[in-house]
């Protein structure tokens, strides 16, 4: 006896497609065993006079068969079900790998933009430290030849060079990329690590500060 679903089981490859199959055959299953209790409850009656018994042995026998052979059939699909979800499985893990591959040669490539533009910052520092100093010498000769308005207020230069927008961080950020982003924003913030307070009564963006001592406020 052929199973009546057996074209659909041939046809089937995906986990999906066995649980289908074997969703169907519960279905058949399920529809047999209640046309098997009506086949002993016949085969009762014919037992005492109301009825054909060998036919209805017969065809309980058949209906048995049917049973066995959708059980049977039903635990083959199973089987399948399992072994296309295993290997399925293994599909999306080696499909994953190559994608995370990939990913990686990017996030290189990520990490080497990133230490190539640090280098270049550090360079960029180095060279803008050199001449502040220049700068900052040449002040001090103009005070002493007593031409303050040819001094460069290197403060206000600084602050005007580093305003602008900033890039808003994203909302999911690692702790350690956070720490950096936060390092990185304070060099162009005021009262960061390139902004140091300046000394009492000196000049902020052309105003000059007026220092009071406190000996001197009563």
Same mark, same amino acid.
Do not use: Y
């Given at each position: 006896?052929?199973?009546?679903?057996?074209?659909?089981?041939?046809?089937?490859?995906?986990?999906?497609?066995?649980?289908?199959?074997?969703?169907?055959?519960? /279905?058949?299953?399920?529809?047999?065993?209640?046309?098997?209790?009506?086949?002993?409850?016949?085969?009762?009656?014919? +037992?005492?006079?109301?009825?054909?018994?060998?036919?209805?042995? /017969?065809?309980?026998?058949?209906?048995?068969?049917?049973?066995?052979?959708?059980?049977?059939?039903?635990?083959? =699909?199973?089987?399948?079900?399992?072994?296309?979800?295993?290997?399925?499985?293994?599909?999306?893990?080696?499909?994953?790998?190559?994608?995370?591959?990939?990913?990686?040669?990017?996030?290189?490539?990520?990490?080497?933009?990133?230490?190539?533009? +640090?280098?270049?910052?550090?360079?960029?520092?180095?060279?803008?430290?050199?001449?502040?100093? /220049?700068?900052?010498?040449?002040?001090?000769?103009?005070?002493?030849?007593?031409?303050?308005?040819?001094?460069?207020?290197?403060?206000?230069?600084?602050?005007?060079?580093?305003?602008?927008?900033?890039?808003?961080?994203?909302?999911?950020?690692?702790? =350690?990329?956070?720490?950096?982003?936060?390092?990185? +924003?304070?060099?162009?913030?005021?009262?960061?690590?390139?902004?140091?307070?300046?000394?009492?009564?000196?000049?902020?963006?052309?105003?000059?500060?007026?220092?009071?001592?406190?000996?001197?406020?009563?």
């Amino acid at each position: 006896m052929t199973s009546p679903h057996a074209g659909h089981r041939g046809r089937a490859r995906a986990a999906a497609d066995f649980g289908a199959v074997i969703a169907v055959l519960d /279905t058949d299953l399920n529809d047999a065993v209640a046309r098997r209790r009506d086949l002993e409850q016949a085969e009762d009656r014919a +037992v005492f006079g109301s009825g054909d018994l060998a036919a209805a042995r /017969t065809a309980l026998d058949d209906c048995n068969d049917a049973i066995a052979l959708l059980e049977k059939t039903i635990c083959v =699909a199973d089987t399948r079900r399992i072994e296309a979800a295993e290997a399925e499985a293994r599909a999306d893990i080696a499909a994953l790998g190559d994608e995370i591959q990939a990913k990686a040669a990017v996030l290189s490539d990520r990490w080497r933009t990133v230490a190539r533009l +640090v280098e270049q910052l550090r360079q960029e520092l180095f060279e803008a430290d050199a001449l502040v100093r /220049t700068i900052t010498t040449a002040n001090g000769l103009f005070d002493a030849a007593g031409v303050a308005d040819l001094k460069v207020n290197l403060t206000a230069a600084r602050r005007a060079a580093m305003t602008g927008a900033r890039a808003a961080s994203p909302a999911r950020l690692s702790r =350690a990329s956070l720490q950096a982003d936060r390092l990185l +924003v304070s060099l162009l913030a005021t009262g960061g690590a390139l902004d140091p307070r300046p000394q009492l009564g000196a000049p902020v963006a052309g105003v000059k500060t007026k220092f009071i001592p406190t000996t001197a406020r009563g």
